[in-house]
């Protein structure tokens, strides 16, 4: 029964191809999240939706594409992978804003690019 | 936006010893400050949280400290023990919105 639950964890895959990673949280939240993090541990928001609606989205190449079926749901479309998007990607979940905005992140998906 | 620091980088202790990570916030409309461990391979997972109208909190062997007036806010481990070794991740956000800004982390080595 986990709370935040993503595929696949592990993705080896060549530049230029594309690539999705799912996502779906049995939490009952209202905000779903990507988080980035690469090999110096940075932790990276990408992406924030609150009821199915794109609430922030960073600096990110459009080849980054979310996509947020249902509020429990938050997939991750990459178009045309490069070295550089090689690093581990964390889904992750939480409450409404008024409950303090606890963040339950996933298992990570781990993306190498060769 | 909001902006997390977080220092130090790297901080090693002896196993029994006590460990401190200091962070500082840019936003005065954030007000609630988690603290996240990441074990080798794991996910961050929440271990302490504090909101901005109390100072101090304290879980067993963690305690959190926050200066609102200064922006900054602290996480302490006494009696550290080899377990502990992790990176630490500081995080802010405000009621206002749903965006959780990170520091860049702490790992923390207790040597035994």
């Known amino acids: 029964d986990t709370a935040v639950s993503q595929t696949p964890k592990y993705l080896v895959t060549q530049m230029g191809n594309d690539k999705s990673i799912k996502c779906e949280q049995n939490?009952?939240?209202?905000?779903m999240y990507w988080y980035k993090q690469d090999s110096k541990k940075f932790l990276k928001i990408m992406f924030s939706?609150?009821?199915?609606?794109?609430?922030i989205n960073e600096t990110v190449p459009n080849r980054f594409s979310p996509k947020s079926p249902d509020k429990a749901h938050l997939n991750l479309h990459i178009n045309s992978l490069e070295l550089g998007d090689s690093a581990v990607y964390f889904c992750?979940?939480?409450?409404?804003?008024?409950?303090?905005?606890?963040?339950?992140f996933g298992e990570g998906s781990w993306l190498t690019v060769v | 936006g909001e902006n997390v620091e977080q220092h130090p980088s790297t901080l090693s202790v002896q196993e029994g010893d006590s460990a401190v990570i200091k962070c500082t916030y840019s936003?005065?409309?954030?007000?609630?400050f988690p603290w996240y461990k990441q074990e080798l391979g794991k996910r961050p997972q929440l271990i302490i949280d504090?909101?901005?109208?109390?100072g101090e909190k304290k879980d067993q062997r963690i305690a959190v400290t926050l200066n609102k007036t200064a922006k900054h806010f602290s996480l302490h481990i006494t009696e550290t023990q080899p377990e502990d070794s992790a990176v630490y991740f500081c995080?802010?956000?405000?009621?206002?919105?749903?965006?959780?800004?990170f520091g860049a982390g702490t790992r923390l080595t207790v040597k035994p």
């Open positions: 992750a979940s939480s409450q409404a804003i008024t409950s303090g905005n606890t963040i339950y």
């Open positions: 939490l009952g939240h209202d905000t």
């Open positions: 939706y609150n009821n199915k609606e794109l609430i």
């Open positions: 936003d005065s409309a954030s007000n609630y």
């Open positions: 504090i909101r901005s109208n109390v």
């Open positions: 995080a802010a956000s405000s009621y206002n919105n749903n965006d959780m800004r």
